[in-house]
């Protein structure tokens, strides 16, 4: 079955053909192993997208990098305040508007408001407070006292840090990130992905050269019991069969060998497919398919080039470093500027409280203000109280150095970014090359290889007739043995290194994943997969 793995709400992200088995493809004739499943190199690379757990740490630092999206934007959320306090206050005095030694004051109250800060950079703060208040003065007339203020703040600036872009720099920087890291990711499951092909192939090449192994042992033997059946007959002397059961032995160590290396291919294997030893595939035997072919098409040097620049994801990430530069650099260059905000203030206000008549040299007064908190709050609303507040402040650092410094820096930051770009240029375009080079020289090999395993079968087949005939000795047919085995564990290294070239050559292009239907695709694209393309 086919299912997508996906990195949501990120700009690219990986679909994932991703089978729960090894693929059961039909087995070869004559197998190492009895009774293996086939482990195709397409679910080969999707178990190991999904389970390498270095691809694992990769991915996590995308929903990280999110958080720090979330993390900016929050700078332009509604920040509510509340408190209440209560508080007294009692100080010796001297004064003559008391009829005690000392002046008392309580107070009760409470305050709730709302910062926000907007992406033009307007900061704003609206504020309700409300106390009681009681002190032993003879000149208040209104005891208790009940308070209530209603504020509004406002303080834009007009030079540094106004308008939206600078505002929203280090937003857009983190959102950024978010596509680098994911880009990151790309990058790292093509390299993933090309180690496990490269491995792959070699665990391939390693079971190919087991066989031939085996083979060569099998001829050995074969050569060992036709010539124990002439020594019998009186044909041949001993030092013939000796030299057979020399071969044997010798032969019997090359497979042990060829196994040895063999297994330890497929544990790397393992370890790159995370198949770890609680899976219960770990103790699964399984085989590779056999080897593809050099019927195989790759594009020319122009094509392979021009995709590279275009497709690859840390080419891309690079881009996205530059233009976060360049945000870095208009942000620096705004904060050279001065600082000049314009701030305003509106507010209202009112005061009730208990009738407390006061007299003081034969004048008794009231205040008009009595009445309940209601009361307090209806000539709030109705302004009898008020204020306002309008001005501008200027604020520059003498010489301004640090501005201009972290100018500068960002300057030379971008430098190094663009100058990145250009090594990273330079270096897919020698990566390019040299996979090409691998691939068609591999090619020639291959076509080499197959003549010289050829010449090495008729030669052999031709020193067997001669054999029969008693024109040749068991020294020459075993020497020419080898000279067979050997051109086919040339060809079989010839035909690996052909494919590992292709490996290096589409990961290098950027597109050794989408290969095998593991496709790289973005946010605003349909999901397709390779095969309906």
């Known amino acids: 079955m086919l299912q997508r793995i996906l990195v949501p709400n990120v700009t690219c992200f990986l679909v994932i053909i991703f089978l729960t088995g090894f693929s059961l493809a039909q087995e070869r004739g004559e197998d190492i192993l009895e009774e293996t499943s086939i ?41 509510i305040e509340m408190g209440i306090s209560s508080m007294e206050e009692r100080t010796p005095t001297a004064s003559a508007f008391t009829s005690e030694d000392f002046n008392l004051y309580r107070e009760t109250g409470g305050d709730i408001g709302i910062r926000k800060k907007f992406r033009f950079g307007l900061e704003s703060q609206i504020s309700f407070e409300a106390n009681r208040s009681m002190n032993n003065s003879s000149v208040d007339a209104l005891r208790p006292q009940y308070r209530n203020f209603l504020l509004l703040d406002l303080t834009q600036p007009l030079l540094r840090n106004f308008g939206t872009e600078v505002n929203t720099a280090n937003l857009r920087m983190s959102q950024n990130l978010v596509q680098q890291t994911a880009r990151e990711y790309m990058d790292r499951a093509q390299r993933i992905g090309e180690e496990i092909e490269l491995v792959y192939y070699e665990l391939a090449e390693a079971q190919d050269v087991l066989r031939y192994r085996i083979e060569s042992r099998e001829l050995a033997q074969d050569l060992l019991q036709g010539n124990r059946e002439k020594f019998e007959a009186g044909v041949v002397p001993i030092t013939d069969v000796q030299q057979a059961e020399t071969s044997v032995a010798s032969r019997d160590e090359e497979v042990i060998l060829a196994r040895q290396q063999m297994e330890i291919v497929a544990n790397r294997l393992r370890d790159l497919l995370g198949i770890r030893p609680e899976s219960p595939l770990y103790k699964e035997p399984f085989v590779t398919e056999n080897i593809p072919g050099t019927d195989q098409t790759f594009p020319d040097f122009e094509q392979t080039l021009a995709t590279a620049l275009e497709k690859r994801p840390d080419i891309q990430r690079q881009h996205i470093q530059i233009a976060n530069q360049d945000i870095k650099l208009e942000y620096y260059d705004n904060q050279r500027l001065p600082r000049l905000d314009l701030e305003a203030t509106l507010g209202a206000n009112g005061l009730s409280g208990g009738d407390r008549p006061t007299s003081f040299a034969d004048f008794t007064a009231s205040s008009t203000q009595v009445g309940s908190y209601e009361d307090s709050l209806s000539r709030m609303s109705d302004a009898d109280g008020y204020e306002w507040y309008a001005g501008l402040r200027l604020s520059y650092p003498w010489g301004n150095r640090a501005a201009d410094a972290r100018y500068r820096r960002a300057g030379l930051e971008k430098r190094q970014a663009v100058y990145g770009l250009k090594r990273l240029q330079e270096t897919i375009e020698k990566e390019c090359k040299n996979s090409l080079v691998a691939v068609k020289r591999s090619l020639e090999r291959v076509s080499v290889a197959e003549r010289f395993e050829e010449l090495a079968q008729t030669t052999l087949n031709q020193e067997m007739e001669r054999f029969k005939e008693g024109l040749s000795d068991t020294f020459r047919i075993l020497d020419f043995q080898d000279d067979l085995i050997g051109a086919h564990i040339r060809k079989t290294e010839a035909l690996v290194d052909f494919n590992q070239g292709l490996a290096n050559l589409y990961r290098a292009i950027g597109i050794n994943l989408e290969r095998f239907n593991i496709i790289a695709a973005t946010s605003e694209n349909k999901l397709v997969d390779a095969g309906e393309q």
């Open 39 to 79: 482990l195709t190199l397409q679910s080969a690379l999707a178990r190991g997208i999904q389970y390498n757990l270095d691809l694992q740490v990769e991915e996590l630092n995308i929903p990280i990098s999110r958080e720090n999206v979330i993390v900016e934007r929050a700078e332009f959320d509604p920040t």
